[in-house]
């Protein structure tokens, strides 16, 4: 349960953090970029994604290989072989899944580059995914009361219409 938790906090602080310094890297609010001696300017968007995704990719990359060789406690060590061979249908769950955060990144940041990256968070993909993802894929809810249901159709019909507001409103 501890582990958990440091994995969750760990991921509250990388997702809170990093909206705030991707807009420091675009726009040097601060003007770090600005007054340094060489002459710098702040990265475009798409330098800045760019930057993003290798960087998520090589630590991704790197913290798989490390649990493949030196697996938690109670687990057996891993190839690359028994990788490629086994589970081929969790893994498309979860290219899928990182399709959907890719191309929601993407559209996160051409929004910011419009109509600037405080409007952009505020229509944040991740829990319409989510809870998306929750009830069409994993079966959740599938018990649930006919008030939760109701709760859940309307957060997400809340959600598409903010988002509509959103986007009629920035012309």
């Known amino acids: 349960a501890a582990a958990g938790l440091v ?3 760990c991921g509250g602080v990388c997702f809170g953090g990093f909206s705030p310094l991707f807009n420091l890297a675009v726009n040097d609010e601060l003007g770090w970029i600005h007054n340094d001696p060489h002459g710098g300017k702040p990265l475009t968007v798409f330098n800045a994604n760019l930057c993003f995704c290798a960087a998520f990719a090589l630590s991704a990359w790197l913290v798989n290989l490390s649990l493949m060789r030196w697996p938690p406690r109670g687990r057996s060590a891993s190839s690359l072989h028994a990788y490629l061979t086994e589970g081929c249908r969790i893994r498309a769950f979860a290219c899928a899944a990182g399709a959907t ?4 990144n993407a559209c996160q940041f051409i929004g910011g580059a419009w109509a600037g990256f ?3 968070d505020l229509v ?8 998306l993802w929750g009830v ?6 599938k018990s649930a009361s006919r008030r939760v249901a109701g709760l859940l159709i309307s957060m997400l019909t809340l959600y598409l219409a903010a988002v509509a507001l959103l986007c009629l409103s920035v012309r």
């Open 101 to 104: 955060c890719a191309v929601g």
């Open 118 to 120: 405080a409007t952009a």
């Open 136 to 141: 069409l894929l994993f079966g959740e809810f």
């Open 124 to 131: 944040q993909a991740f829990p319409l995914v989510g809870t």
């Open 7 to 9: 994995v969750a906090f």
